[in-house]
Each structure stands twice: as structure tokens, then as C-alpha cells.
């Protein structure tokens, strides 16, 4: 079906599960992942291979862990390895060669020229969450009387046909631009603060020289030189109460001086370095920072303020009546007591917007302050 009738692999599995196939767990219900698992296994066209992937640190969140927190005790996840690293094991097959190769060019060319790819990359592509499913959401569009094109961010789970019929969840489509331009804005007040880059910076400064090997080793060699004086000093107490002869305090003592002067060449060396690190940190300026980003924000392209924003968002949470934008630096004096940095959303709208600006709708007010309740309304349309 795949590689002769050109059929999709949501076809092939609508029809195994409308004939009651049973799958090899025995389940009525064929889902697409397996039918692309056994395309892409080459045990059907008779060789069975082993070591196809390794142990690797987890580098996004699934939907099961999200809905824990966040947080397992093994962060860990599978990662596919190269082919040429795999183990074959000769068994019967059951189809040719050749079909598996066309198989797999088709799956190459789906993936390459699937409608389904993004053609016009958005700011909030594949980080927003749905509070009430924990689905991700997904950018779709409706059309005008004017053909005129409208995009919006629609939540997995209020997909029925996804689930046989049933939706998971009440979440509302939101505008794509007006979502996008209300949380590039928060992500540029939240640069444009100086107290909080003065703070960051600080505490960047000071991990700096914390983590720095030359503190670790000018305490270590300030231990050495201790230890050399104390040994120099009680060699002097020793010949003092004459325990030993000027003759051995002239051979050890050389020595002993000998090591405490090449100590403090050392210290004078990590002295240096510090300097230069600290000359170095001093060009991390809160107030040049903001000036330099005041000029450079509007000339961003959309590439360039993804980069930016998952740098500094880790998700955007989208509730029913809340945007939650959880950001990846640590804000310990923000406790949020007033519901804070949250974009408050309407369920409904009487008013039409369409052909208003963007200006109109959201003039870069502070987060924690409250719209009125018409551009609430507009925000949420």
C-alpha cells in the first residue's frame, strides 16, 4: 500500500483499524508511529539489526514527563545511532530489498515535501503548552470573505478526530501575531530592565571567579607558602635551643628559601591573571547592554528572535484565561503575589478587529498591568 498504491501512513492505519487487524500487542487500533516503525525496520526484508541506539541525556521534554513536573530520576533518553554502527543478523524475509528501498526513499521524500512542513517559521513554534491537556499547540489558519489568511494556535487536544471523536480538551484557538508580538514585547522588557541585568551580570561575575582555577590555585600554593614559613620558623626554634648545629641550619635553610621565593613568583603570576580577568568582566555593563539592544531589536528577523527567546523562555503554558510565559533564568525576587508577568484573556468577543493594527491593540504595557476590557477582547480574538 505504502510503496505501490502510494497510499499515506495514515491511511494504511485507518484501514487496518477499520478491517480489525490485531497488531502484535493484539490491539484493535493501529497508530501511525507503528506503521512507521515497521517501514523503517529492516528485520522484514530479512535482517535483523541490534544496536540501533544508545544511551544519551534527555533533550526535550515529552508530554508523559511534563505532566510529572518536569523532573525524573534518570534523565536519560534513547538516541538512534549511525547506520554503519548497527549489528545485522541474517533471517528470513518476507519482502525483497527492493521494496524496503523504495520505502525508504518515499519516507525521505514525505519528509522532505510534506504539507504538513512549516513554510513561514513563527516566534512560538514548538514551545507552547496547553495548561488544561498538556498538548502542544500548533499553528493553523481560516480564510475571509477576502481570501485574506488568518493564523492561529490551536491546542492538539481540542482536535476530535485525533481521539475517535472525542476532544480532550476547551482550549480556544489564539491569534498567532497577536501572541507573538504580546510575548516578543515581554521578552524585550524583561532585557530592557537594567536592575535585573545589573543582578544577572553580578551573579555571573562572581560564578566566574568562583569557578576560575586560578582561585584554586593561588589557595593552594598559599597553603604551600604557609607551610614553608612555619617549617623555616621552627628550624630557627630548633637551633635556638640548640637541637641543631649552625651546620645543618645553613644546608636546610637554602632550600626552604629557595621554595618560598618560587611560591611568590607564583602568586605574583595568579595576581596578573586576576587583574586581566577583572578587566575583562568590567566590559559586561548593564547600561551599554540596554543601548545597544534598543538599536539592534528592531532589526531582528524572526530566525534571530527565536534564538533569543528560547534562550530566555524555557515554555509558554496557554490557559484558558492566562498566558504563563516560564522563563529558563532563575527570578528569585519575582514571587509573582499579584499574578505577575500573566497576560489575562477573554473567552469571548463581541466586537470585530479585523483590519485593526497591532498598535491598537497593545500599546507595550508592563505585564502586570491590567487591558481594558476591549483590548482583552481584541488580544483573545
Not at 132 to 143: F, I, M, P
Not at 236 to 243: I, N, P, R, S, V
Not at 293 to 310: A, F, H, P, Y
Request: hydrophobic share 30%; charged share 30%.
Amino acid at each position: 500500500m505504502y510503496t505501490e498504491d502510494f497510499c499515506g501512513i495514515g491511511a494504511v492505519a485507518r484501514k487496518f483499524t477499520a478491517e480489525k487487524i490485531p497488531t502484535r500487542k493484539n490491539s484493535a487500533r493501529w497508530e501511525r508511529s507503528v506503521i512507521w516503525a515497521m517501514l523503517r525496520n529492516p528485520a522484514y526484508c530479512g535482517k535483523a539489526c541490534y544496536g540501533k541506539t544508545e544511551h544519551a541525556e534527555r533533550q526535550r521534554i515529552t508530554k508523559p514527563l511534563r505532566a510529572k513536573g518536569g523532573f525524573v530520576a534518570k534523565n536519560g533518553c534513547a538516541r538512534e545511532k549511525p547506520r554503519e554502527e548497527w549489528i545485522e543478523i541474517p533471517v528470513p524475509g518476507i519482502i525483497s530489498q527492493d521494496t524496503f528501498d523504495i520505502a525508504q526513499e518515499r519516507l525521505k521524500s514525505n519528509k522532505l515535501h510534506s504539507q504538513r512542513n512549516t513554510k513561514v517559521e513563527t516566534l512560538l513554534q514548538g514551545m507552547m503548552v496547553c495548561s488544561e491537556c498538556g498538548y502542544s499547540l500548533y499553528r493553523t489558519y481560516s480564510e475571509t470573505s477576502a481570501k485574506n489568511r488568518i493564523y492561529y494556535y490551536r491546542c492538539f487536544g481540542s482536535d476530535p478526530y485525533r481521539f475517535e471523536g472525542v476532544r480532550k480538551c476547551n482550549c480556544k484557538p489564539l491569534r498567532q501575531d497577536y501572541l507573538d508580538n504580546i510575548v516578543w514585547q515581554q521578552i524585550v522588557e524583561l532585557l530592557e530592565d537594567p536592575m535585573l541585568i545589573q543582578r544577572e551580570v553580578e551573579k555571573r561575575v562572581e560564578e566566574t571567579r568562583k569557578a576560575s582555577p586560578v582561585l584554586k590555585q593561588k589557595e593552594s600554593i598559599l597553603r604551600q607558602r604557609n607551610k614553608l614559613s612555619q617549617s623555616m620558623d621552627k628550624l630557627l626554634d630548633a637551633y635556638q635551643e640548640g637541637l641543631i648545629t649552625i651546620g645543618q641550619l645553613r644546608t636546610r635553610m637554602p632550600e626552604l628559601q629557595k621554595r618560598v621565593n618560587t611560591t611568590e613568583k607564583e602568586l605574583e603570576n595568579l595576581k596578573n591573571h586576576e587583574l586581566a580577568l577583572d578587566q575583562r568582566l568590567q566590559y559586561l555593563d548593564a547600561e551599554s547592554f540596554k543601548n545597544q539592544l534598543g538599536v539592534n531589536v528592531s532589526q531582528l528577523d524572526i530566525k534571530e528572535k527565536k534564538k533569543i527567546l528560547r534562550l530566555l523562555v524555557k515554555e509558554v503554558v496557554v490557559g484558558d484565561n492566562s498566558i504563563d510565559i516560564r522563563h529558563s533564568i532563575p527570578l528569585k525576587e519575582n514571587k509573582n503575589e499579584q499574578n505577575k508577568k500573566n497576560y489575562q484573556l477573554c473567552t469571548r468577543s463581541n466586537q470585530p478587529v479585523a483590519g485593526k493594527p497591532f498598535s491598537s491593540l497593545w500599546t507595550g504595557q508592563m505585564a502586570g498591568e491590567k487591558l481594558s476590557a476591549d483590548k482583552i477582547c481584541e488580544i483573545c480574538r
